[in-house]
């Protein structure tokens, strides 16, 4: 089944511990990306990625990291999360980056950071 | 820069009844792409639809509508007989070009509640 997978779904953290959320998919798309939904505000782009050792911020980086050592892999990294990272995470990817093809968005990561 | 207005915060209809929800977008872009997505509350993201600018045609799928007008810059979408099960939060977005690829803007969101 072609799929966006995030792991965890749901994640307790606290001030200051590193944590990873991962991201992967198994439709060979080249383009992926990851967004945060805060209530009131929608989705922002986090970063992106157009293909493997591309990566670009988007509108929130600040506090984030993101690598894309594999095509179908593409982790986000919070080094030391803050209460203001508590937010729900999506991750994204679809074909190619280059015409805005439908995004297929995987489950979502509620992260709350105490 | 680009960005995405849905002005209505939530919406409460009864089953049966027509809502639409409206989206307002602002762009520099000769070329664009509209979307909308649907949120229930299970918490997934749901594509709905993806409309380019070049094409102002109206769309209608089953229940669903969407009305794109590049006059007013509006692509409102309509659900006629709603259903409870339509209860969601539905987001309209707006491709960004960037210099390598695009990117979605999102509105802030429309929820939708339907009473039986």
């Known amino acids: 089944e072609a799929q966006v997978t995030q792991n965890p779904r749901y994640l307790i953290t606290v001030t200051g511990k590193k944590l990873t959320v991962t991201c992967s998919q198994n439709m060979n798309h080249e383009y992926m990306s990851w967004y945060r939904q805060d209530p009131g505000l929608g989705l922002r782009q986090i970063y992106y990625?157009?293909?493997?050792?591309?990566?670009d911020k988007g509108d929130v980086p600040e506090g984030y990291k993101v690598s894309r050592k594999e095509k179908r892999n593409f982790p986000l990294i919070l080094e030391s999360p803050s209460p203001n990272q508590t937010s729900l995470y999506f991750c994204a990817s679809s074909p190619q980056g280059g015409l805005p093809y439908e995004q297929y968005f995987g489950p979502g990561t509620r992260l709350t950071v105490t | 820069a680009q960005k995405v207005t849905q002005a209505q915060t939530e919406i409460s209809v009864v089953e049966k009844e027509d809502v639409t929800l409206d989206c307002v977008y602002e762009?520099?872009?000769?070329?664009?792409?509209l979307f909308w997505y649907k949120q229930p509350p299970s918490g997934e993201l749901v594509f709905l639809i993806r409309?380019?600018?070049?094409?102002?045609q109206n769309e209608i799928s089953g229940r669903y509508s969407w009305n794109f007008q590049k006059s007013t810059s509006s692509f409102n979408f309509t659900i006629t007989a709603s259903q409870v099960v339509d209860s969601a939060v539905y987001f309209c977005?707006?491709?960004?070009?960037?210099?390598?690829?695009?990117?979605?803007?999102f509105g802030a969101g429309t929820i939708l509640r339907v009473k039986s």
């Open positions: 977005a707006l491709s960004e070009a960037l210099e390598y690829g695009n990117k979605l803007v």
């Open positions: 409309r380019n600018s070049f094409d102002e």
């Open positions: 762009t520099r872009d000769t070329t664009y792409y």
């Open positions: 990625s157009m293909n493997v050792e591309v990566t």
